[in-house]
């Protein structure tokens, strides 16, 4: 049983958005963070002092670890946005 | 500390940190007392700003180009680099401190104001500043990011930057290894006194500390120490904020403000004055400071300062406006009536010398400053008449007067 | 970059968790107009946090703990939206709150997550119940992708329904990881093993507060029954040593622990994984209520908490907090306490309105008389109630009488003690951090700098520290670091180190876009009454 089946949960089909050119899917009403887990994306930023990969961290918007670029906006938090069809997301710095 | 030092430094910010850098080099035996960390008042809560350009002609001038000068020789000073940095050959002080010869860049954004911009410019360069006049089609080249509806301005390059806290706390490990000693979380409970009213030491929660000599470098702090002292230094709080924005790749260039800030720092106004100097810095963030109030040690946030540093550096800058101000920090400037700092010797108290009252331009100062306290600590001619700087220079009004009345 | 300034309110409860949730209700209830500012997507907080609304869940409580009693409070809370009696705005992220001149405060607002906008509400009243956020230790390793805390995962999970990775060690200490590590195993994922700091037998030491809580042992047995019935190993006495991995987490070192949290040699266990979910409790997320003045004390755990009185009243006059701000507890306890605050606040403007009637602006009259010792009809001083006050209560419409709600809220604190007595934050983290390793998240500060700082730059304490090293400064400004920075301090300064006295200052409660800053307005004066 995994978390949807759990709750019973019946969305509308995955789209996907743009992650740096890779598609990768979305249910509609996920955050991006969760998309990116279920796709097995455990790493979207790089950092700027030592260039490390980083994902989510605190998932509840606390620590910023997990910021990306939506539509040219940066600083979005993917544990809290929640995307839509035709977004593109850019990996920050 | 096997021998008594020949001075006791109080504070441990950038000026008492200039002041013992300058007076252990002169050969003088010196310790700093702090009640707090390095960098624990004022310092830790400024921009970092090196400037001329603010200036208008006279002594402070002369005291911040004589500090130009300084700075670009102590950013040249070789210093080992931290234990954390691996090894590797030796740096420079200015590494270290973030320092950046970055220049600074003031705009206009009419030609009224631009006009007297450019009067103010000319009377600077008069007294030995760098300025040179910008075009409005000049200005993109200087900084491309900059509002296309600034008029014109004037390019200082003298005009410098270092991170305050890093500036301090080297400078105070040059000094250690001229043989200061830097005694923190020690706090001066008062100050001691023989024949004459001359000074023989201090007394701190920790014991006492014989010394001929005393320097209050103690900032904002400073009237208290003079007061200690029996003496009246009126060194009062004025508080800036500072915005500080998420880390940004190189955006802006220069120290970039608007020509209404020279009006701002020379007001007598105790009401908000904010006129934004927006820069980048190495770290990353742009910081955007620094508006002034008299509204004594009052921490209270207050939203309609930030909200008037940010539509300036908006105004200034287009681009921010979807960048965000990740914190906000305050601090409080220490100033005195006529905005000049007191250095030197305290005729009242032989043996007392200030450092203090620097207002917002204490970092940049503190070279000079310090050089200057070194020179009248070792008895030597000062690069400078220290005079317009004299610590009692606020009584002497008053028995003036009295002297004059029959 | 638009600003919207709302209409003055009687109340402004930041934060739609158990405790704003309840007092806003219960606000409403007793005819206030409330507005209630939230960074969720819906109300209930991080720990009624649910599935988002396209993903259409038929069971959206079946990864919850009381999601009856939620329920509950959800539908009086909906019918106070739907009469208007509430105005709710979810996704709004408060960025400060400030005293304006015209009495009242102004609350002001980031609206949504990538376009936002500006949003100032004002209101005679604040009621503060803005959560906590887990707390954190750095080990080698924690910086890896994979290792999340362990509320995020829950978070993403009964948000998202997605897990963080297929096989997930949960670690750390606090009665949250077998929650965590229930929800993960349920939610399909495999949990190699729950790894607890905390020493079982302390909780011998505190019958009354287990015995007084039968609700709390039920809960916990639940757990337990979860993770026994997936044959989850809960190792107690152990820590995280190390997250080995080189792009992302593929092993974590545990160990067996003494009391005081140094490792006992050759009692080391390295179990691969590809997530790590891990916490050492709640801190307490109070920028907006420090800024504005409120004093603070510190839990047990060294946590800094809002000091409030019986009346969840903050030490500023007009401002009321609730929740785990006022010290961690639980949602059972933040509702108690939501509900106390809301009857509260419906008091203060009752004696308001009588006295005051036009003469005084509402918030003039609150700051002369809303507080200092004039209390909610029928509860003394003591916090006990006369017997006319449950008739009070009832036909105000709260649900239960402050006698009763403060009876529950004292039990409900000494099982919260009880358990910040059991797990504390862990010793010992300290031996296992390495020169290298990353202390500060955001600005990859290393042990070895903060070290510098100490030994040859003069911090001495850790706001020097972070000035010298950049610790603290990034995007989470000191949040992730915040309790491991203070005594990594101490620590190197040989124990001389002051401990804080007072919690940090955040001036920005979250970042601000500068466009929306400059915008931003005080909003219209309180609403005359």
């Known amino acids: 049983m995994n978390g949807f089946t759990r709750v019973g949960a019946s969305p509308d089909a995955a789209f996907t958005v743009d992650v740096d050119g890779t598609p990768v899917p979305v249910v509609p009403g996920q955050t991006l963070a969760a998309a990116l887990w279920a796709a097995g994306i455990t790493a979207w930023r790089t950092t700027r002092g030592q260039g490390r990969p980083r994902g989510a961290f605190c998932g509840i918007g606390s620590c910023y670890d997990c910021l990306v670029v939506v539509n040219g906006v940066a600083g979005v938090r993917a544990c809290l946005v929640r995307p839509e069809a035709g977004d593109v997301v850019r990996t920050h710095e | ?113 631009l006009d007297a911009l450019c009067v103010f410019a000319a009377a600077q360069a008069a007294a030995g500043v760098v300025a040179v006049p910008v075009r409005h089609d000049e200005l993109a080249e200087l900084e491309p990011h900059l509002s296309r509806d600034q008029v014109g301005g004037v390019h200082y390059p003298q005009d ?15 000094a250690r290894e001229s043989g200061a000693v830097v005694r923190l979380g020690e706090t001066v409970t008062g100050i001691e006194r023989g024949a004459g009213g001359r000074v023989t030491g201090v007394r701190t929660d920790r014991g006492r500390i014989a010394a001929p000599a005393v320097v209050n470098a103690a900032g904002t702090w400073g009237a208290a120490i003079a007061a200690s002292a029996d003496v009246v230094l009126p060194v009062l709080p004025r508080r800036g904020f500072v915005l500080v924005t998420a880390p940004l790749p190189p955006l802006i260039r220069h120290k970039v403000y608007a020509a ?147 | 970059m638009s600003e919207t300034a709302d209409a003055a309110y009687d109340v402004v409860v930041v934060g739609a968790g158990p405790g704003g949730f309840a007092g806003a209700v219960a606000a409403a209830d007793a005819g206030l107009a409330v507005a209630v500012l939230d960074a969720g997507s819906a109300p209930g907080g991080q720990f009624w946090r649910q599935p988002a609304a396209a993903l259409r869940a038929r069971r959206p409580g079946a990864l919850h703990h009381g999601w009856r009693t939620y329920a509950a409070w959800r539908g009086r809370f909906d019918a106070h939206v739907a009469s ?51 707390r954190q230790l750095p080990f080698p390793g924690w910086t890896l992708p994979g290792v999340v805390t362990a509320g995020g995962a829950q978070a993403q999970l ?116 590809d997530a790590l979910a891990v916490g050492y409790g709640l801190d307490a997320q109070l920028e907006l209520a420090v ?117 529950r809220r004292s039990r409900l604190r000494a099982f919260a003690a009880a358990l910040q007595d059991v797990h504390p934050v862990p010793g010992g983290w300290t031996d296992r951090l390495r020169d290298d390793t990353e202390v500060c998240r955001c600005e990859e500060v290393p042990l070895g700098a903060i070290r510098d700082a100490v030994t040859e730059l003069g911090a001495t304490e850790p706001r020097s520290a972070k000035l010298l090293t950049r610790a603290g400064m990034g995007w989470c400004q000191g949040r992730m670091c915040g309790t491991a920075v203070p005594c990594v301090v101490a620590e190197l300064t040989g124990g001389a180190a002051p401990s804080a006295a ?20 005080d909003g219209p004066a309180p609403r005359p009454t």
């Not at chain 2, 210093?79 to 590494?95: M, Y």
């Not at chain 3, 970042?511 to 915008?519: C, S």
């Open chain 3, 158 to 273: 009964k948000d998202s329904l997605v897990v963080p990775g297929r096989r997930v060690v949960v670690a750390g200490t606090g009665p949250l990881l077998l929650t965590v590590a229930a929800s993960l195993v349920s939610a399909g994922a495999e949990v190699p093993a729950v790894v607890e700091a905390a020493d079982p037998l302390r909780y011998a030491r505190h019958p009354g507060a287990l015995v007084r809580n039968p609700g709390k042992l039920v809960e916990g047995a639940g757990y337990a029954a979860t993770l026994a019935r997936y044959r989850v190993p809960v190792h107690t006495r152990h820590a995280v040593v190390e997250a080995h991995g080189d792009r992302w987490v593929e092993a974590v070192t545990v160990a067996k622990t003494d009391r005081a949290g140094r490792l006992l040699p050759g009692r080391s266990r390295t179990i691969a994984c």
């Open chain 2, 160 to 174: 410098a930057q270092v991170q305050p806290a890093l500036a301090a706390a080297h400078l105070l490990r040059l």
């Open chain 3, 502 to 521: 007072s919690p940090p200052s955040r001036p920005l409660a979250c970042p601000v876009p500068l466009g929306i800053l400059a915008g931003t307005g």
């Open chain 3, 84 to 134: 208007g009696a509430v105005a709710y705005f979810a996704e709004h992220h408060v960025w400060a709150a400030e005293r304006i001149a015209e009495g009242g405060f102004a609350v002001h607002a980031l609206a949504g997550v990538a376009r936002s906008s500006g949003r100032t509400v004002t209101a005679a009243t604040l009621l503060l119940a803005t959560g906590a956020y887990e």
């Open chain 2, 1 to 113: 500390m096997t021998e008594a030092p020949d001075v006791v430094v109080v504070g441990a910010g950038m000026v008492g940190a200039a002041c013992a850098y300058y007076a252990a080099r002169a050969g003088l035996a010196v310790a700093v007392v702090d009640r707090g960390p390095v960098a624990g008042g004022t310092t830790g809560a400024g921009e970092g700003n090196l400037l001329v350009s603010d200036k208008e002609p006279g002594p402070e001038l002369d005291l911040a180009l004589l500090s130009a000068q300084l700075w670009t020789r102590l950013a040249a000073a070789p210093a080992r680099p931290l234990a954390s940095a691996g090894p590797g050959p030796d740096t420079t002080f200015g590494a270290l401190a973030e320092y950046e010869a970055k220049g600074g860049l003031v705009v206009a954004s009419d030609e009224q104001r």
């Open chain 3, 291 to 407: 800024e504005l003045g409120c004093e603070t004390r510190r839990e047990p755990d060294g946590g800094w908490v809002l000091a409030v009185d019986d009346e969840q009243r903050t030490s500023v006059a007009g401002v009321w907090a609730a929740g785990e701000s006022t010290g961690i507890g639980g949602a059972q306890l933040a509702l108690i306490e939501g509900e106390l605050a809301g009857a509260s606040l419906a008091a203060a403007h009752r004696r308001r309105t009588v006295r005051g009637a036009g003469r005084q602006s509402p918030a003039a009259a609150l700051a002369a008389g809303g507080h200092a010792g004039r209390g909610m009809p029928g509860v003394a001083a003591e916090g006990r109630a006369s017997p006319a006050t449950a008739a009070t209560a009832r036909a105000r419409g709260t649900s239960v009488a402050p006698s009763l709600l403060l009876r």
């Open chain 2, 260 to 406: 209404d800030y020279v009006a701002d720092v020379a007001s007598d106004s105790a009401d908000l004055q904010t006129s934004a100097v927006v820069e980048g810095t190495a770290a990353g963030p742009v910081l955007i400071g620094a508006s002034r109030e008299r509204v004594g040690f009052d921490r209270t946030l207050s939203v309609a300062v930030l909200r008037r540093l940010a539509a300036q550096a908006v105004a200034l800058f287009p681009r921010l406006a979807d960048v965000p101000a990740m914190r906000a920090y305050r601090g409080f400037r220490p100033y005195l009536p006529d905005h000049l700092p007191a250095i030197g010797e305290d005729p009242r108290v032989p043996g007392l010398f200030h450092a203090c009252g620097h207002e917002g331009a204490g970092i940049g100062l503190a070279p000079g400053t310090g050089l200057l306290i070194a020179q009248a600590l070792t008895g030597e001619k000062t690069d400078m008449d220290l005079a317009p700087f004299r610590p009692d220079r606020f009584e002497a009004g008053e028995s003036a007067a009295e002297g004059a009345a029959p």
